[in-house]
Every structure is written in structure tokens, then in C-alpha cells.
């Protein structure tokens, strides 16, 4: 038995063993953080660096606690679902396997540094349910909890900047700490928690930023922009959920120098200065860490792997390993080959035997992003050129007797001259898994219905005019002339039909129904998009015994073209990742269940004999943060409607005052005859100029005094936590693809600050009694507390039947803690 195979099992009875009460300890843990909360919440601590400190403290303390369900990380001996990701892609690094992903590569590049750093050499794949190896996999979820743990003091500090008290950003930093989805994503080898963290980061880096506004250039000022910077580069380069918060600090760019625009104290020179800062930190610094991260990406992984069908056939061919390298250069007739779309995101030309359910019924072709013997395909002659073969081999044959047997006859083709395919040569690509002809004709393609259906028709020898093509070249690698030549790897091609005229074409964004195995729909586009890349095609492998291999040497490629060619379909298949009609998505749920918690997920198999974890949040932290929304709002508006009536009477107080004057200077006039005309002009003036000199802030009487200085930090709060929270959550919304709950987890974070910051704003005000302030805070945090320790066994996990330990935690009816069905209603 291994090391760690021991330990896991000795951790599975001391699990057993906690299963015993422990009423005693229990309340003393309790007291213990009863006590904590307390002294963090006193006013004679005056060192602010203490709550950044400590807070990490506490994070590592709720991570490592241990109570009567087993909370420790590692005993979680079972590679559980959402978990097979995010370490197989660690692997492959750490075997410099090329892989394909939808996501940037830096968080997983992490997640293979840390298992390098524990000893691991990537020689495990992650499989669901299975039983983790000799491998010192504990250390890389600690390496992944980190991340989880530097989210409070950020979070801490954050609010600190924004305005709140201790007691406030306190509450803020507790409310992430203690909340249930965020732990249980942070204790097991998953990306959530370092894009968390970088969002997080890059928020407490825009604050503290706007916070230097009045010392712009200063050292502080430039390394807070700078950091921005860092932050966009990192959070970007984790998933492209990042742009998201990236679009935050834009928007807040945008204004900024709008403001600085209209101050006319400021010199054209500072202006352009302010502009060139920004566009380095916020554009320059931030590109350039996405950039270096792919960088490191194509570095790494230098062996082929199961993503090489995602990259271009010139990027595979300089992989260790690949088979490409060895390709004969020239096409000729009787090779075989596969023919790869150059759109990005493209597959490889592909057929099998199933056949469409509509249209002609005929052989289904796809395309296929795979290695699969039904990627091939045998270039041949016309059918008239066959016959006329044919026909003359039979003349021969007559002519010469027995010398037509079938063993002569073979090697009289072989010895007949290899005919190279050249640029406007007429083919028919013949599929040898099953000997159908790749065939257009007047149908309608089951997707684009207004363009024709591709299909597998007749066989080697039988077949019509429709099976046939025409090879037009588009261009050739610089290496090698444009002669007219086919050659693998180097050459892009279009396939025109030879009797329609439309083009072969291939678009990755349309996908077969579950008919077609999910595959990229094959059509005959009648557009005639010659410069469309989904219309342009290469060989990929190729075949024939008869040519001699190519000059590997020659094979290059470029890093740019590498890296727009796996972002784009980067952002193609993520596209496509719509939910599928035809089955259920058990982990899957609508971003309208989110804010209100009306759903959770299942992070593991739910058999009795397995510890069950299941990601929900804390319903005290997301309820609040959601409700905090409306109150805000109804917040702002209060706030206009008493500065709109103090506006107004002030107005009509100015406009009294006005008329008074007019009035006593009118009856001076007639007591003078009128002869102090100027006077009251002058009179005039002057009281206009009094009254439209006074500062113009919003004075209330009955409601809580805000200064200029008050009202502007209370609006950029409300665009940074309102603005994130929208930013965050609304593109789920309207976007096709499937969702689940940790899409939320961005948002989450902003309801939470905001929550905070509105009871901080209200209990600040003068007229709170200390008493009811000191009350409001202890309800606050005491709810978040027991609401977490309430549902902790769902975090931690449960060993044995969900019913004895969760019955009393279905606080929603849509919950599948214990039966697995989705929820009814969308809140």
C-alpha cells in the first residue's frame, strides 16, 4: 500500500471516529470565533495591516477545521466530477501534451506548476471517481486553497478603500470567507478560485487607483495603474470571464478622462499624458501578459496530443511525434489523405456510414476535429476517365490474351506513372472505410437550407457526374513556388462541384443535431465566398507508397498565425457549447436561478457509499447581496428625489428674495423720481451673484447630510459594485450557451461588498444609537456565521444517506441535496 493511499484510509477512519458528538469541543471552537469576530471588530486596534494579517489566519483555520463531518483537504481520496478538468489539463503540462481548451492557458499552467512542485510527472488523467494514485495531490489542492485565502484580505481591503468602517469591510471579508460556495471551490484542483482571486484583485487595484486621483503621476498613482494593468493581464489570461471585469475598468477609463477633459485647469500636455499612461498600464501591459502566456503555452507543450486537430496541419507537423513531418510533399492520383478546413476552429473532412434522416438519406459527411480512420479519403479520376481506362485496358487484355490475368493486370498499374494533382485537375475523393463518393447535388443541407447538401454516394466504381470536383489553388507556402502543384500541409485549396459550382465549405459555428454526433455540418455554398476560410481547405496526411517522404526542415510556422488561429477557436468552440435538447444537463441551470440561490449542484457521484459534496451557497450571503441590489437602488433614488425638492426650494427661495429686492428698490425709486436707476441694477447683480456663486451641493434637512465629497464616493461605489455586479451577470443572460452555477461566483462578489457598504452607510450616520449599531452588526454577523456552520456538511461532505444529515437543510424546494430534479420556478 502507498504512502498516500494510507493516509487517505487512516483519514477516512479518523472521519468515522468524527462521527461520535462532540458537543464539548463544538462550543468551544465556537467561543473561539465568537472571540475572534469580537476583537476585530474593537476600536482599540489601530494598525490596519493587523485585519489583512489575520483574516488569512481565519481562512486557513475554517479550511482546516475539523468537526463532525470531515473538513479537512486531504482526505478527498476520489477525483470528483468538476475536478477532471482542470488536473488533466495539468498533466498534459507536465507530459507537454498538446491539448485544446476553451479557456486561456495560465490557470492550468498553475495547476501544472503545482503539481511539479509536489513531485507529480502528469502520469494521471483525472478520471471521474477514481481513486487518486501515489501522487502528492493534497499539496495541489493547498496550491489551489491559496488562492481561495488571499480573497479575504483583498476583499478586506478593498472595502476599506471604498469608505467602509472596520466593522463593515470586516463583514465584507467574513461574508467571503464563510461563504459555503466559495470554500468548497476552493479546496479541490479547480480555476475558479485564481479567477476569483485575480477579479478581486483587479477591483482593489481600480480603487485604490481612483484613490490617487488628486497625486496623478506620483509613485503610488503609477503603481496602482500599473497594477490594473497586471491584474486584466492575469484575470483575462485565467477565462475570458475576465474581460468582464476588464470592460469595468474601460468604462471607468472612459469617464475619467472624460472628467479630466472638461477640467480646464488641466494643460493640454498632462491630458495627453493621462492618455498615454493608460493606454501602457491598461492596454500594452495587460496584452503583453495574454500574449507571453501563449507564449509559454506553445512552449511547453511540444509533443502531440489529443488537441493537435484544433491547430493548423503546419502547427501538428512540428510536433514531437507527429506523423505529418513524414508526409510525401506532392498529391497525386491513388493517395490518400485527409483534408483539413482552414477556418478557424476547422476539423478534418469526415464521413460514416449513418445517413441523414431527411433530404436524400444519402451517407452523412461531417467534420470531425479527431484522429479517425473516417477522416480518410483516396483522390481518383472522373468516372469518364475510368470508363475509358477501362475500355482500353480491355482492348489490351483482348489484344493480348492471357496475359490479362488479374496478377499481371495489378502490377501493370503499379508501374503505371504517378500523375501529381495540379491547380483546375477534376477529382472524386472516394471515403475507403465504406467506398461512398463525396457527392453535391440540388438538396437542401440540413442546417443552411438554402445551400446544398454534401452527402457519401455510389461507390469506387459507380457513381454520376455530381461525385465530381475541381481542385483550385489559393496559395502556396513561401517556401515552395506557385506552380500549380498540390502539395500536403503547405497548399490551401478550394473543392469547386464540377456540375453546381458552389464550394465545399465547412462553418464550425454550425453543428448537427445529436443525428450527426454533434458534428460541423459539410455544405455546398452557392455564394461563392472565395476568400472565406471556411471554403479553403489543406492535406493534412497523406499516403503513398509510390512518393517519397517530405523534407521536415521545411515545415515552419509562425507564432502569430498560431495564436490567432487558437483563439479564435478558442472562442468558436466556446460558442458552441449550447445545451443539447435532446438530454438533460444535470449540472446545468439558468442564470435566473442564480442570484436567489434557487439551485445547486452536485460536485461527486450521490451513491451512499461515496462523501457527497454539494456546491451551494451561503443563503444568508446571497440573499442579501441580491436584496442589497433593490435597496441601493431605492437608495439612489431617495437620495435624487430629496436633492430634486432641495434644489427646488432653493430656487424658489432665491426667486423670493429676488422679488423682495425688486419690490424695495422700486418703491426707493418712486420715492426718489427714479433717479437711482443704476443703483438697482447694480443691486440686481450683485444679489445674482450671490446666490449663483453658492456651491450647488444637494443640502438635506430631514434625510442623511451628504457633502459633494460623500454624494461622488457614494455614486462611484454604486458604479463599481452595481456596474461589476451587471457586467458579471447580465451576458449570461443572453447568451446561447449552457450555464451553471459558478458562473455566478464574479457576481456574487459584488453583492456581497455591496451589502456590506450599504448597512456600513446606514449605520454610520450620527443619530444610530451605539447600542443599535452594535446590535445590527451582531445579528449581521451571526447569521452569516450559523447559516454557514448549518450547511457545512454539504461543503465538507456527507458519507452515507443525504436524509439523515440534509432533510432539515432543504430550505428551497428545488434543492437536489437529496432527490435529483431540477427546480420549478426560476427564482
Known amino acids: 500500500m502507498s504512502g498516500h493511499q494510507e493516509h487517505a484510509r487512516l483519514d477516512y477512519g479518523d472521519f468515522l471516529l468524527q462521527q461520535r458528538p462532540h458537543h464539548h469541543q463544538h462550543d468551544e471552537q465556537q467561543e473561539y470565533d465568537n472571540e475572534k469576530l469580537h476583537l476585530i471588530d474593537s476600536d482599540d486596534l489601530d494598525h490596519e495591516f493587523y485585519y489583512p494579517v489575520k483574516q488569512p489566519a481565519i481562512s486557513v483555520a475554517i479550511k482546516e477545521q475539523r468537526k463532525p463531518v470531515d473538513t479537512s483537504l486531504g482526505p ?16 498534459y503540462y507536465l507530459r507537454g501534451e498538446h491539448y485544446f481548451d476553451v479557456h486561456p492557458p495560465l490557470a ?23 481513486i487518486y494514485p501515489d501522487i502528492n495531490y493534497p499539496f495541489m489542492r493547498l496550491f489551489n486553497a491559496s488562492f481561495g485565502v488571499v480573497m479575504i484580505p483583498m476583499a478586506f481591503w478593498t472595502a476599506r478603500e471604498l469608505g467602509l468602517s472596520r466593522a463593515g469591510a470586516t463583514l465584507a471579508a467574513t461574508m467571503v470567507l464563510l461563504d459555503n460556495a466559495y470554500l468548497a471551490i476552493s479546496r479541490y484542483i479547480l480555476l475558479d478560485s485564481m479567477l476569483l482571486s485575480s477579479t478581486i484583485f483587479v477591483v482593489l487595484a481600480l480603487v485604490k487607483f481612483r484613490n490617487q486621483r488628486n497625486e496623478a503621476f506620483s509613485t503610488k498613482w503609477w503603481l496602482w495603474l500599473a497594477l490594473t494593468g497586471l491584474g486584466i493581464g492575469c484575470v483575462s489570461s485565467v477565462k475570458w470571464v475576465g474581460l468582464f471585469v476588464t470592460a469595468l475598468v474601460g468604462l471607468h477609463t472612459i469617464e475619467d478622462l472624460w472628467d479630466l477633459f472638461g477640467d480646464l485647469t488641466l494643460s493640454k500636455t498632462k491630458y495627453v499624458r493621462h492618455w498615454i499612461a493608460r493606454i501602457f498600464c491598461l492596454i500594452i501591459i495587460p496584452a503583453t501578459i495574454y500574449v507571453s502566456c501563449f507564449v509559454m ?183 515552395y513556388p506557385m506552380d500549380g502543384t498540390l502539395r500536403s500541409l503547405t497548399t490551401r485549396f478550394r473543392l469547386r462541384h464540377r456540375v453546381l459550382g458552389c464550394l465545399l465549405t465547412a462553418e464550425s459555428t454550425k453543428t448537427l443535431p445529436s443525428w450527426g454526433f454533434s458534428q460541423v455540418q459539410v455544405y455546398c455554398d452557392q455564394r461563392n465566398l472565395t476568400s472565406s476560410a ?27 498565425q498560431d495564436f490567432w488561429h487558437l483563439n479564435v477557436a478558442m472562442m468558436t468552440s466556446n460558442n458552441g457549447l449550447i445545451p443539447d435538447p435532446d438530454k438533460e444537463d444535470h449540472l446545468a441551470s439558468l442564470p435566473s436561478q442564480w442570484p436567489f440561490l434557487a439551485v445547486g449542484m452536485r460536485m461527486c457521484g450521490w451513491s451512499n457509499n461515496q462523501r457527497k459534496i454539494w456546491l451551494i451557497g451561503n443563503p444568508a450571503v446571497w440573499w442579501s447581496g441580491s436584496l442589497s441590489l433593490g435597496l441601493f437602488a431605492i437608495t439612489l433614488t431617495y437620495y435624487y428625489i430629496v436633492f430634486s425638492r432641495t434644489a427646488k426650494t432653493s430656487s424658489k427661495v432665491l426667486e423670493r428674495d429676488l422679488n423682495e429686492h425688486q419690490a424695495r428698490v422700486e418703491r426707493q425709486e418712486q420715492r426718489k423720481g427714479g433717479g437711482e436707476s443704476g443703483e438697482s441694477e447694480r443691486g440686481q447683480n450683485h444679489l445674482h451673484k450671490t446666490f449663483s456663486n453658492q456651491p450647488q451641493q444637494p443640502p438635506v434637512s430631514s434625510c442623511p447630510v451628504l457633502t459633494k465629497d460623500e454624494w461622488e464616493d457614494f455614486l462611484f461605489t454604486g458604479k463599481v459594485l452595481v456596474g461589476g455586479w451587471f457586467l458579471h451577470y447580465l451576458p449570461f443572460c443572453v447568451m446561447g450557451r449552457v450555464t451553471y452555477l459558478h458562473h455566478y461566483f464574479p457576481a456574487l462578489y459584488f453583492t456581497i461588498l455591496l451589502c456590506a457598504f450599504l448597512l456600513d452607510h446606514v449605520l454610520k450616520k450620527s443619530t444610530i444609537r451605539w447600542f443599535t449599531r452594535w446590535a445590527v452588526w451582531s445579528v449581521a454577523y451571526l447569521t452569516v456565521i450559523l447559516t454557514f456552520l448549518w450547511f457545512a456538511p454539504a461543503t465538507y461532505g456527507v458519507m452515507g444517506s443525504t436524509n439523515e444529515v440534509m432533510a432539515n437543510r432543504q430550505w428551497r424546494s428545488g434543492w437536489n441535496i437529496i432527490d435529483d430534479h431540477k427546480p420549478a420556478s426560476w427564482i
Not at 478527498?76 to 498533466?91: H, L, P, R, T, W
Open 76 to 91: 478527498s481520496c476520489e477525483v470528483i466530477n468538476i475536478q477532471i478538468d482542470a488536473g488533466k489539463f495539468g498533466s
Open 108 to 130: 492550468k499552467m498553475l495547476v501544472g506548476y503545482s503539481g511539479y512542485l509536489g513531485g507529480y510527472n502528469g502520469s494521471f488523467n483525472f478520471p471521474s471517481g477514481e
Open 297 to 479: 503555452h506553445f512552449r511547453i507543450l511540444t509533443n502531440t496530443g489529443p488537441g493537435d486537430g484544433h491547430m493548423s496541419s503546419l502547427f501538428q507537423a512540428n510536433l514531437n511525434g507527429s506523423t505529418l513531418k513524414n508526409n510525401p510533399l506532392e498529391v497525386a492520383f491513388g493517395s490518400k489523405v485527409t483534408i483539413k478546413n482552414t477556418g478557424h476552429g476547422g476539423g478534418i473532412l469526415h464521413s460514416h456510414k449513418q445517413t441523414y434522416p431527411g433530404g436524400s438519406r444519402q451517407q452523412q459527411v461531417t467534420l470531425y476535429h479527431h484522429k479517425d480512420d473516417n477522416n480518410h479519403f483516396v483522390i481518383r479520376k472522373p468516372h469518364g476517365y475510368v470508363q475509358l481506362k477501362e475500355q482500353r485496358e480491355q482492348q489490351e487484355k483482348e489484344r493480348g490474351g492471357e496475359q490479362g490475368d488479374e496478377e499481371q493486370q495489378n502490377d501493370k498499374r503499379n508501374e503505371e506513372p504517378i500523375e501529381i494533382v495540379k491547380d483546375g485537375a477534376m477529382l472524386r475523393l472516394v471515403h475507403p472505410s465504406t467506398g461512398r463518393n463525396l457527392h453535391s447535388h440540388r438538396i437542401r443541407a440540413p442546417i443552411t437550407n438554402d445551400q446544398w447538401e454534401v452527402s457519401g454516394y455510389g461507390n469506387p466504381d459507380e457513381g454520376d457526374e455530381n461525385d465530381e470536383w475541381v481542385i483550385e489553388i489559393v496559395s502556396q507556402s513561401a517556401q
Open 534 to 560: 471556411f471554403s479553403i481547405w489543406n492535406i493534412e496526411e497523406h499516403w503513398n507508397d509510390k512518393l517519397p517522404p517530405g523534407d521536415a526542415t521545411q515545415y515552419k510556422t509562425d507564432f502569430w
